[in-house]
């Protein structure tokens, strides 16, 4: 079971120093066939990790730099016209693959990042009058920068809920920073050798499936989804005016998700309150709209969360 687990992140370790949250994030959107978005600033290893995972599972895929001037047919594709046959023929887009990679996705306006939404949500795209399913595990791996910075775009709220996950990336320790110093300088990242199929996925997925959650456990993830929509019901009046919109119903199914999943990924056969608690905040943080007053006063969708899970009783 976590042999397959173990050999793909020793295969991510030859290349990445640490980050071991967005290794596991990464690894539970797998289980579950999740899309997931990583956030950070340049240079924190989200491409080279996404492109390390792709290499290891033997996986189609295919990267696309988002800019300002791309067009959402130049990820989704075209009608083209052929003189010859004095006919159109579909030119298939970079989206038709297994694993997606969309770096810098924030940096195109939402007309391009819309263009995602259907394959995302229905695995399937709409070129034309024609609709192609596309090929099972399909993932989309989304890297962003930071909004703050300059020429970045807000991602569309509907958007945003597609993504499974939002894993907010850090900066190393002082040690795993001279490990990757070191590394670079003397040429010694390693091959990424392909250790795991589609097989492996599909039967990893299977066996996430069989984690067990108590009916007590279930009733919690529905509890913290509520109290960020209805915070009074559970004691915490003072984050209501933080608030606009609380996490949507995909939350609650995604939380139940990527609980059983990290469950797995601790060689465990069932749901403990400290699988949800260590998701929470990835499988929320994205969903929580805060108010204008909470912006005003630097309140960011993770603190909301940390109250929640204090005030949110264990089963």
């Known amino acids: 079971m976590a042999t397959i687990v173990e050999k ?17 994030g990464l690894l539970i959107g797998l289980a579950c066939e999740g899309h997931i978005l990583l956030e950070g600033v340049p240079g924190l290893a989200k491409t080279t990790t996404v492109n390390a995972l792709a290499k290891a599972l033997g996986l189609k895929f295919k990267r696309v730099q988002f800019t300002p001037d791309l067009l959402p047919s130049d990820i989704i594709g075209a009608e083209i016209y052929d003189p010859k046959n004095n006919s159109f023929k579909i030119k298939r887009g970079p989206v038709f693959t297994n694993l997606l990679l969309a770096d810098e996705i924030n940096r195109a306006p939402a007309k391009v990042q819309s263009a995602l939404l259907e394959v995302m949500q229905e695995r399937q795209v709409t ?87 108590d009916e007590e456990v279930e009733k919690y993830i529905v509890d913290l989804v509520f109290a960020t929509r209805e915070p009074a019901k559970y004691g915490i009046e003072s984050i209501e005016s933080w608030i606009m919109y609380g996490a949507s119903p995909r939350a609650s199914i995604d939380l139940y998700k990527a609980s059983r999943a990290q469950a797995y990924l601790r060689g465990k056969d069932f749901v403990s309150p400290v699988d949800i608690a260590y998701v929470a905040k ?20 993770d603190m909301v969360i940390d109250k929640v899970l204090e005030a949110v009783a264990i089963p």
Do not use: W
Not at 9 to 20: L, S, Y
Not at 283 to 297: C, G, N, P, T
């Open 8 to 24: 793909i992140r020793n295969e991510i370790r030859k290349v990445v120093v640490g980050q071991e949250k967005m290794i596991d």
């Open 127 to 213: 070129i034309g009058e024609e609709s192609f399913k596309i090929d099972l595990p399909f993932l989309v791996m989304a890297t962003q920068n930071p909004v703050e910075q300059e020429g970045a775009y807000n991602l569309p709220e509907a958007q945003l809920d597609r993504f499974m996950m939002k894993l907010v990336v850090g900066y190393n320790t002082p040690e795993e920073e001279l490990e990757i110093a070191r590394r670079v300088a003397n040429d010694a990242l390693g091959d990424i050798d392909e250790v795991a199929a589609k097989e492996d996925l599909f039967f990893m997925k299977e066996e996430v499936k069989k984690i067990h959650i």
């Open 282 to 301: 990835s499988v929320l943080r994205h969903r929580i709209i805060l108010s204008y007053e909470a912006e005003a006063e630097e309140i960011s969708p």
